[in-house]
């Protein structure tokens, strides 16, 4: 399950939540047993905001041991950060500055904006 944490950001505050989801877990968070499902590896190439949807252009690195609830996972980790904003609802995911339809070997559907799941 999804479980919200708080940190401190610099800049851009959607861009600095997500860094810090990709920076993973503190210490003092590994210690109460959260885990991450996002790569350490994964870098944001861009971000744009139009009508409170959120293009993210990551690396390839975002299907990096991507399949069955390790995407699910993915995928929810970063719409829920992104739509923790008022400026945001949806979330676009591009790869390497190229839409896709699908995403890691079981092909989710990433087509289409993004909402959150209800869990």
């Known amino acids: 399950r999804l479980v919200s944490v708080t940190r401190k950001v610099q800049g851009d505050a959607i861009e600095g939540a997500l860094k810090e989801l990709i920076n993973g877990p503190t210490a003092s968070e590994k210690k109460r047993g959260l885990l991450t499902a996002v790569p350490p590896d994964l870098k944001i190439r861009g971000i744009r905001v139009k009508n409170k949807i959120a293009e993210i ?10 399949s069955g609830s390790v995407l699910l996972d993915r995928i929810d980790q970063i719409v829920y950060t992104a739509t923790q904003f008022p400026a945001v609802n949806r979330v676009i995911i591009t790869i390497n500055g190229k839409r896709r339809e699908t995403l890691g070997t079981d092909g989710l559907s990433i087509g289409g904006p993004i909402e959150r799941r209800e869990h």
């Open 57 to 66: 252009d990551f690396n390839a690195a975002i299907e990096h041991g991507a």
